[in-house]
């Protein structure tokens, strides 16, 4: 019973801590049907695992219709999971789920093969499954691991990987992720050199793209400047540089709100 409290307790924290949304520990308890349908499922589960298996379907049966979340009671579900919205969420007998995982409305872990024995999904720790997505058949979902909404993954997926796709394909890999962030490293030395708020956080910055654009532009004009000073000195100097007039840039400035509407503009 201690260790049953424990639990539940690490799972209304593990809401507090992910979704904005929730405000106290008496709102998550009383209007969150994931957190209504994992306590739930951990009395059926005890009460399967006594072999009580009638019992533990009726229980988990009340619990897909108060909530709309369907996890078998033959189902381990780890620590501190969090199903968020909930709705459509259907777990199989044999899955398993590690600690620290959260998966979205409308998801299946689901099974391929009538055959009895282990024919469901696993997911490790950490793992992150997005709105609509299906896990399908006794495959592993390592550590971390990320799939994307509506994906359809029939595969093992590596730790860190990243998965998207019908059927689900690996974008990024853990060494990519690595690299991508030492990329983002260098991206970010360089946009402090110019000046470049990298995530238009500043007040008087707001768009991030036209302050890039920007930024650039004043490069230039800085280059362009250095170009002409050369090319006076090499005149007096005695050399003839044929150079076709370029047009004036004048300030070149882009307009923060016009950059806002070309966006508008291209998403229509």
């Known amino acids: ?64 219709w108060l909530t709309g979340i369907e996890i078998h009671p033959g189902a381990t579900i780890g620590r501190r999971f969090f199903i968020d919205h909930g709705m459509g969420v259907v777990i199989g007998e044999t899955a398993e789920i590690g600690n620290d995982c959260t998966i979205y409305h409308g998801v299946t872990l689901g099974g391929t093969s009538w055959s009895k024995g282990k024919r469901h999904p696993t997911l490790n720790d950490f793992v992150v499954v997005g709105a609509g997505a299906k896990v399908l058949g006794p495959i592993t979902v390592g550590m971390a691991a990320r799939i994307g909404s509506n994906a359809v993954v029939v595969k093992d997926v590596p730790e860190e990987a990243t998965v998207v796709g019908v059927p689900g394909r690996t974008i990024i890999t853990k060494e990519e992720k690595a690299k991508v962030s030492e990329q983002q490293k260098q991206r970010e030395k360089f946009a402090e050199k110019l000046g470049f708020d990298a995530y238009g956080a500043t007040q008087d910055m707001p768009d991030p793209v036209a302050t890039a654009i920007n930024n650039m532009l004043d490069h230039i004009h800085l280059m362009d400047k250095q170009m002409e000073s050369m090319c006076k000195s090499l005149k007096q100097l005695g050399s003839e540089i044929d150079i076709d007039k370029l047009p004036h840039l004048g300030s070149c400035e882009i307009d923060q709100h016009d950059t806002a509407n070309r966006k508008d503009e291209s998403l229509k």
């Open 1 to 64: 019973m201690i260790n049953f409290i424990k639990t539940m307790k690490e799972d209304v924290s593990s809401v507090l801590e992910r979704d904005p949304a929730a405000r106290n520990v008496f709102e998550v308890l009383t209007t969150y049907p994931g957190i209504h349908a994992i306590i739930i499922h951990r009395i059926s589960h005890l009460f399967w695992k006594m072999k009580l298996k009638w019992l533990a379907r009726v229980i988990s049966n009340l619990a897909r």
